[in-house]
């Protein structure tokens, strides 16, 4: 049996290569390059702790964390942040699966509204279901496949639930395009199941390679740019 090579790979948690690839988007306004989510905040339970909360761990020196006390007060503050960075910034909260996610949704309904850059990380209830509603989970009995978190899809503009590791090579790639986008922008959901964060997998080292993305309206002044100057240059300039 002949192995096949892909390049060089690693071997990460679906919560590890989450906060890998938030780590490796970088924003480019006005010639200036800095990191399009510098730091993530939110409070840990059952939900996160276990996958995400190692992750942010062991990652700290790549993606800084702070601990909150109010999921609603830290998707309020992140909000304000990225309104404050003018949109070329953004803030990721987590939170765990229950109240402590619903307290965010009110914080994705004004990210939204107001289309500014919001990445939020909340806990899942376990994907293999076999546990059952546990703690502070919601169920609804005629429909195993609803979670708490399915209230974000009306005040999302984008809303994903990982249910397998390789969900990751679309579903992020896609978050942070609307993440980035002035006309799509608002609050982006990636939903992830308690036993799904701690499931290992290979990657390909290019799939969490550095990005540069341009930030929201700088390709608008790029191209009015070049505009005056196809002008300046033209001798009968005309513009519709």
């Not at 995400?52 to 503050?77: I, K």
């Not at 279901?129 to 429909?143: H, I, K, T």
């Not at 290019?206 to 196809?230: E, Y």
Request: positive net charge; hydrophobic residues 40%; aromatic residues 6%.
């Amino acid at each position: 049996m002949v192995t096949p090579n892909y390049g060089e790979t690693v071997r990460l948690t679906v919560a590890q290569a989450v906060v890998k690839y938030i780590a490796a988007q970088y924003s480019v306004s006005d010639g200036v390059r800095k990191r399009f989510i510098p730091a993530a905040m939110g409070i840990f339970g059952h939900g996160n702790v276990a996958g995400l909360g190692q992750a942010l761990d062991q990652l700290s020196d790549e993606l800084p964390f702070v601990q909150g006390r109010n999921e609603q007060a830290l998707g309020h503050a992140a909000t304000a942040f990225a309104k404050h960075t003018r949109r070329t910034q953004a803030i990721a909260v987590t939170a765990s699966i229950g109240p402590g996610a619903l307290n965010l949704v009110t914080a994705a309904g004004t990210a939204t509204v107001n289309r500014i850059p919001l990445l939020l990380l909340p806990g899942d209830t376990y994907a293999t279901r076999r546990q059952g509603p546990v703690l502070q989970q919601l169920e609804n009995p005629s429909a195993p496949d609803l979670t708490v978190n399915d209230a974000f899809r009306p005040v999302a503009r984008f809303f994903d639930r990982i249910n397998r590791p390789e969900q990751l090579l679309y579903s992020l790639p896609k978050a942070f395009r609307v993440l980035e986008n002035p006309v799509e922008t608002g609050a982006v959901v990636i939903s992830l199941p308690q036993d799904v964060q701690s499931h290992g997998r290979w990657a390909d080292n290019t799939d969490i390679a550095k990005l540069d993305r341009k930030a929201p309206f700088a390709a608008q002044s790029q191209a009015l740019t070049k505009l005056q100057k196809l002008q300046q240059q033209s001798s009968r300039p005309r513009t519709h």
